[in-house]
Structures are given as C-alpha cells and as structure tokens.
C-alpha cells in the first residue's frame, strides 16, 4: 500500500540516511580556493628573479588559504535511523534522536541550532541561510521533521 500523500502546506519526511550542507558556499569557497591557489602558484613561476625559498612561500602561502576556506566548506549534517551528526569546523558529534528537544532557524540565525536534552545548544552549521536561505529553511524544517519522527521532544521554528 503507498504511503498517504502529505497534507497541503506540509514537507514530506526526507528518507534515512540524508545528508544537509551548504552546497553553494561549498561551491563558492571551493572554487575561490582553487583559484587562489592556482593564481599563487603561477605568480610563483613567472617570477623570474625570486629565489626557491620565495617561490615556495607563494606556494605555501596558496596552500594555506586553500585550507582555510577548505575548513570553512566542511560543516555537514548527516541524520540517519541511528541520530544525527553535527560536523562543524573542528567538531564533529553524534547526537540520537532522543538527544534533540527543538530544531531552530529564527530569522537573523546564521546557521540552525539545536536545543538539546541536557540543556545546551549546538549550532548545526551545516544548515545555514547565507547564500541559499530557501533551502536552509527547506533543510530546516526536514530535519525539524526527521526530529519529530524519531525522537521524543518537540521542534519549534
């Protein structure tokens, strides 16, 4: 038998495992890297009267901005039957369903934040309105749902 349609106005539960990030930041931040990295690079070469040890800090220097704005690309979260993990900059935690009380995104958030069991927050970076606001919301309110489904508190907007 299939699956009810959902009501009119709501979003369809997403299926287990799904993955939220900000694709075009990604996209954007990986390719200002690459560019910048490259751009560097060249200067290095054509600089015909540097020595090895300046060519090697353009280099090096490419390399570094490269994995800054890599770092700042990484933020993801992934939900699965098992909970949900929050990748963030330096941090990475595993959450279970029962763990996440309220799944927020108010207006002027930069990224969604998690009210969780022991009373803390944890922003969920992975989700974030800058660029692509409409899909953050859309990512928002799936995970809002996924909360709903499977664990026990409730998700408030």
Do not use: C, Y
């Not at 300046?54 to 909970?83: H, I, Q, Y």
């Amino acid at each position: 038998m299939p699956a009810p349609a959902p009501e009119p106005g709501t979003d369809p539960v997403p299926g287990l495992p799904v993955v939220f990030r900000p694709t075009r930041t990604r996209i954007v931040l990986l390719t200002v890297g690459v560019a910048i990295l490259a751009t560097l690079t060249t200067i290095a070469f054509l600089l015909e009267t540097a020595g090895a040890a300046e060519r090697a800090s353009f280099v090096l220097t490419g390399l570094l901005f490269f994995a800054v704005l890599l770092l700042l690309a990484r933020p993801k979260v992934v939900a699965d039957t098992g909970g949900v993990t929050v990748v963030n900059l330096t941090t990475v935690r595993h959450l279970e369903w029962a763990e996440i009380i309220r799944v927020n995104l108010r207006p002027g958030d930069p990224w969604v934040l998690l009210d969780l069991s022991d009373g803390t927050t944890l922003p969920a970076m992975g989700i974030q309105p800058g660029v692509a606001r409409g899909q953050a919301v859309r990512d928002a309110k799936a995970l809002r749902a996924l909360a709903e489904r499977h664990g026990t508190g409730r998700a408030d907007g």
